[in-house]
């Protein structure tokens, strides 16, 4: 097995193993990083780009130079002496813009109604959508990604962008 080599996330440093995605060392250490599209153990595929981080890794000559755009945390690893930053609001900002995108296309409309407390896991919901087409009978509605990151981003659900079969 490979050396652990350090890494830095939001000012922390970090241990980890060479090739190891940025997004697994940082749950490793205990830190949180949005995501819809990672799985622990599948090939990194970087679809949903909920992950993205901004990076900069040392060079040959020690001085830092950043990653191009904002990498996403699941197909990037990290390397020695690796600085991510995951939580600066330009990353929020960007990470809130790309879940308004996906959550237009999501069918339901519960994450966004705001009487949704009112309504009741067997019965019609108040906007007369069927409970079989509601979020709440997913079997993994307890721990859904998609609640936990809109939460998580603090997003305000009152967007101008025109939902899908609502």
């Known amino acids: 097995m490979p050396d652990d080599i350090t890494i830095t996330i939001d000012g922390v440093e970090v241990k980890t193993q060479p090739g190891k995605m940025i997004i697994q060392s940082a749950m490793d ?3 949180y990083i949005p995501y819809l599209c990672y799985y622990p153990g599948m090939k990194p595929y970087g679809a949903c780009r909920l992950c993205v981080v901004k990076a900069e890794s040392p060079g040959p000559d020690g001085d830092y130079r950043a990653l191009p755009g904002s990498p996403a945390s699941c197909t990037t690893p990290v390397a020695d ?5 995951t939580n600066s609001d330009e990353i929020v900002e960007l990470r809130r813009g ?12 519960c994450l966004t109604c705001h009487r949704v407390d009112l309504c ?6 108040l ?3 069927t409970v079989n087409d509601r979020c709440l009978t997913c079997p993994k509605n307890e721990r859904c990604e998609l609640k936990d990151t ?7 659900m009152d967007s101008s962008l025109s939902y899908k079969n609502r």
């Open 29 to 31: 250490a205990g830190m």
């Open 81 to 85: 002496g690796m600085r991510v930053i």
């Open 98 to 109: 790309i879940m308004d995108l996906l959550i237009s296309e999501h069918p339901h409309g």
């Open 120 to 125: 009741g896991p067997s019965d019609i919901c």
């Open 127 to 129: 906007r007369h959508v």
């Open 150 to 156: 809109v939460r998580f981003l603090e997003m305000d």
